[in-house]
């Protein structure tokens, strides 16, 4: 698939496909550096601007993560961790705060599920990286 410029579909989102297609296929492994915004914009022939907003599409959906001084790379896998969800208590997804995505290290774009008790107790954990299993 390349990139055509009489599409109705902007060309940074049709980098975003791209990229993304390379990240499926295992071109890019989780932790793998991708190439830099210069290099893609030759590749392509794009404008760096398309580049870097296609890069935040892919920061924004948690497929890239972007290191200062370090560049962008695909996403390492992590392990879920597993919350268990007693007896009456409710599960809602929502969009984190700024603190919570500092506090619980999210990345753009990626919600929270917040577990909340009979008691009024409220648990809040990054979706992307939790598993629910539900109780009795």
């Known amino acids: 698939m390349s990139i055509d410029p009489s599409s109705y579909t902007p060309v940074y989102r049709q980098l975003a496909d791209l990229l993304r297609e390379r990240i499926d296929a295992g071109e890019f492994s989780p932790g ?7 290099r893609l914009a030759q590749e392509y022939e794009v404008g760096r601007d398309t580049v ?12 890239l993560v972007t290191v200062k001084g370090a560049g962008s790379m695909v996403r390492p896998a992590q ?35 917040v577990v909340h008790h009979r008691d009024g107790e ?12 539900v109780g009795d």
């Open 52 to 63: 870097r907003d296609a890069m935040a599409v892919l920061r924004n959906e948690g497929v």
């Open 79 to 113: 392990e879920p961790e597993v919350v268990r969800v007693e007896g009456s208590a409710r599960v809602a997804a929502r969009m984190p705060s700024d603190a919570e995505k500092r506090r619980l290290g999210i990345a753009d774009g990626t919600p929270v599920l």
């Open 32 to 38: 793998e550096k991708v190439p830099s915004e210069s």
């Open 122 to 133: 409220q648990e809040v954990h990054p979706a992307d990286r939790t598993q629910l299993e």
